[in-house]
């Protein structure tokens, strides 16, 4: 089963542009790949940053199945539709935390990957 990719976060420059990989972002790990929204990373350590690829690689997997298989390095990060859409910062400290982490954050609304406006955590970070 496919689920679709929730991109609310779109400038509206890019609606003309609606090819898969404009609007999508490929993680890989190993013999198997997926797509999440652009937008929808928050946060890359610098160790995991070959986990973010062009194009897909070996067996595409649904996202479910690829979260299964590659948990251990991945954080999902909850967030309203108001925090994609930049209408609602995400907390400070929640942001803040996220460079504790060891972790690729991923933003998610009810479990599926969500783009995010760069301004819903840019704000929390320009706090500081």
Known sequence: MLLPLIVC?????????????????VLVRGEHSTRIPK??????PTRLSDRVSSSLQG??????D????????????????????????????????WKTFDKMVIAVNHGDPVSVKPKAYQLAEAEE
């Open 66 to 97: 690829f979260l299964r298989k590659n948990r251990s390095w991945i954080y999902l990060q909850e967030v309203t539709m108001k925090q994609a859409a930049g209408k609602e910062p995400i907390k400070q400290q929640v942001v803040k935390s």
């Open 9 to 25: 976060a779109q400038d509206s420059a890019d609606k003309g542009k609606r090819s898969l990989s404009s609007i999508a972002t």
């Open 39 to 44: 937008g929808a990373i928050l946060h890359i």
């Open 59 to 64: 067996e595409y997997l649904s996202w479910n």
